[in-house]
T-cell receptor, first 108, second 115 residues
Framework: NEVEQSPQNLTAQEGEFITINCSYS?????LHWLQQHPGGGIVSLFM???GKKKHGRLIATINIQEKHSSLHITASHPRDSAVYIC???????????FGKGTHLIIQP | DAGITQSPRYKITETGRQVTLMCHQT?????MFWYRQDLGHGLRLIYY???????DKGEVPDGYVVSRSKTENFPLTLESATRSQTSVYFC??????????????FGPGTRLTVL
């Protein structure tokens, strides 16, 4: 697979610091982190081509040389429970290539 | 309503029937995409379109047909539905090359069951 995520499943307690990892094996022009709630809708959290981005309690980083990205959630909350999907825009391609997702459950 | 919409949201059909899933966006985005989501596979690209009257195959195009006569609409047709096409289908759109190039905006999805 061109995009690998780990872990596949993660259960944590409220307040814990969460890290989800994404590795890819192709040249990319951008990497996306997406969130999919149980209702099914997909929301874009971040789009990265370098460095680090932060939005509220969410932080995304990317290391282009190592072909690796991480999504961090600080002070996790039950409402963060969702599937988090890493996707890459392969250089020269038009669509996205997706990882299989990380199913996160935050218990109160 | 502004944004990207899909219809129907849920559809049950029988093997061999033709089914069309609709996608409509109000942003005048150049690019539109169809993905399917299956357990164990994640999301996979079926077809995409860079502009009206320009379409191209993605990773899993077999059994599907698309058209794009207007910028805002991108229907996906299953010409003769099979059980293996039971899936959740997502439409997405993306602006042309520019500041937000690469950003994709997803519709709410259509859950299709083929009996």
């Amino acid at each position: 697979n061109e995009v690998e995520q780990s872990p596949q499943n993660l259960t944590a307690q409220e307040g814990e610091f969460i890290t989800i990892n994404c590795s890819y094996s192709v040249g990319i022009s951008a990497l996306h982190w997406l969130q999919q709630h149980p209702g099914g809708g997909i929301v874009s959290l971040f789009m990265l081509s370098s460095g680090k981005k932060k939005h509220g309690r969410l932080i995304a980083t990317i290391n282009i040389q190592e072909k690796h990205s991480s999504l961090h959630i600080t002070a996790s909350h039950p409402r963060d429970s969702a599937v988090y999907i890493c996707a890459v825009k392969v250089r020269g391609a038009d669509g996205l290539t997706f990882g299989k997702g990380t199913h996160l459950i935050i218990q109160p | 309503d502004a944004g990207i919409t899909q219809s129907p949201r849920y559809k049950i059909t029988e093997t061999g029937r033709q089914v069309t899933l609709m996608c409509h966006q109000t942003w005048s985005h150049s690019y539109m995409f169809w993905y399917r989501q299956d357990l164990g596979h994640g999301l996979r690209l079926i077809y995409y379109s860079a502009a009206a009257d320009i379409t191209d195959k993605g990773e899993v195009p077999d059994g599907y047909v698309v058209s794009r006569s207007k910028t805002e609409n991108f229907p996906l047709t299953l010409e003769s539905a099979t059980r293996s096409q039971t899936s959740v289908y997502f439409c997405a759109s993306s602006p042309p090359i520019g500041v937000l190039y690469n950003e994709q905006f997803f519709g709410p999805g259509t859950r299709l069951t083929v009996l």
